[in-house]
Nanobody, 122 residues
């Protein structure tokens, strides 16, 4: 089993920045690819970004490219999502998730955190 705990969410004005963290415990964090998803009220859960287990490759949804950066520190069993130039449409609950190989499909991910709320005011 793997336990994931997200943190770093909050309320920020449009144009601001936040850094989300995903702390993992249990099985070896470094063995898994990691992704961030988000879910706004009344909408389906959406892929945001993913990173391979080694950190050598990343993938982003087009709407966050150039604004968000996914990274990880396997020595600290922690993943990150740096979010800059935030927009009101980025408002959602953000979740981190782990699976063996990188994927954009939320159905493929086995381990999930509880989520952290990000609210961007206009």
């Amino acid at each position: 089993q793997v336990q994931l705990v997200e943190s770093g969410g909050g309320l920020v004005q449009a144009g601001g920045s936040l850094r989300l963290s995903c702390a993992a415990s249990g099985r070896t964090f470094s063995a898994y690819a990691m992704a961030w998803f988000r879910q706004a009220p009344g909408k389906a859960r959406e892929f945001v970004a993913a990173i391979t287990s080694s950190g050598s490759s990343t993938d982003y949804v087009d709407s966050v490219k150039g604004r968000f950066t996914i990274s990880r520190d396997n020595a600290q069993n922690t993943g990150y999502l740096e979010m800059n130039s935030l927009k009101p449409e980025d408002t959602a609950v953000y979740y981190c998730a782990l699976r063996i190989a990188i994927s954009r499909s939320n159905h493929d991910y086995k381990y999930w955190g509880q989520g952290t709320q990000v609210t961007v005011s206009s």
